[in-house]
């Protein structure tokens, strides 16, 4: 389990799941696979493959769907395939599970584990969504801070702190209960003063963890108000 599962709700993981599936593409007509371009062989491929289960990566849907000669060749070329054979070389790998190219996945292993306090992964998980263009100025990870805003380990020291302030009180008010009255006549002032002084303790208690529940609520909806900014930079991107 790594600190992301242990610390944050499961509803929230799998909010980020949600935010970040992969872009769905459209199963492709013969007249939209790679138009103009008429070897049927890649298409008879894609087909099969489809009909597999398989899907597409954002890379290989680009190259299939691709209608303009000359981006077809710069994607081509931008994978190592140039010359005359550059584009047809380069199909023929997308459509080959044995190529170092192949570009078909299970669904499944299409969703990213996006690591969202991470740079890197954030900007994966962006392009696997969809947004080809990501730059990192549309959109920042989350904070750290945040995420220990969240562990109920660092309230450690803030609720040790008032509970001894508590327990302070707590043994203050027992002394003065004990001086109530005396012999039988005082004993019920004695327990009543004694319940109260305890009955104070468990309130002020449970007043600081519900102080802490507050806090850490606070934290988690900040990251859902971004996580909120992500979908809304991806969702344009698939419709």
Not at 139 to 145: N, W
């Amino acid at each position: 389990m790594s600190v992301l599962d242990y610390l944050l709700p499961k509803s929230f993981m799998s909010d980020v799941q949600t935010t970040f599936r992969p872009k769905s593409f459209n199963r492709l007509e013969a007249s939209e696979f790679t138009p103009g371009f008429n070897d049927p062989t890649p298409f008879k491929d894609y087909g099969d493959l489809m009909d597999q289960g398989f899907a597409p990566t954002q890379e290989a849907y680009r190259m299939f769907s691709e209608g303009s000669e000359s981006e077809r060749e710069r994607l081509a070329e931008a994978s190592g395939f140039t010359g005359a054979e550059g584009v047809m070389n380069y199909l023929r790998a997308l459509v080959d599970p044995q190529s170092d190219f192949y570009g078909f996945k299970t669904k499944d292993s299409l969703q990213p584990n996006v690591n969202i306090f991470g740079g890197k992964s954030l900007a994966e998980g962006f392009e696997g969504a969809g947004v080809y263009d990501f730059d990192s100025a549309m959109a920042q990870p989350m904070q750290l801070s945040t995420l220990r805003g969240i562990d109920p380990g660092s309230y450690s020291k803030e609720v040790a702190t008032k509970r001894g302030t508590l327990a302070d009180v707590l043994s203050r008010q027992r002394a003065k209960a004990s001086q109530v009255g005396g012999g039988f006549a005082g004993y019920g002032g004695r327990t009543v003063a004694e319940g109260l002084a305890e009955q104070q303790f468990a309130q002020g208690s449970q007043g600081i963890m519900e102080d802490v529940n507050k806090q850490r609520a606070t934290a988690l909806q900040q990251l859902y108000s971004e996580l909120e900014g992500y979908g809304s930079i991806i969702d344009p991107m698939n419709t």
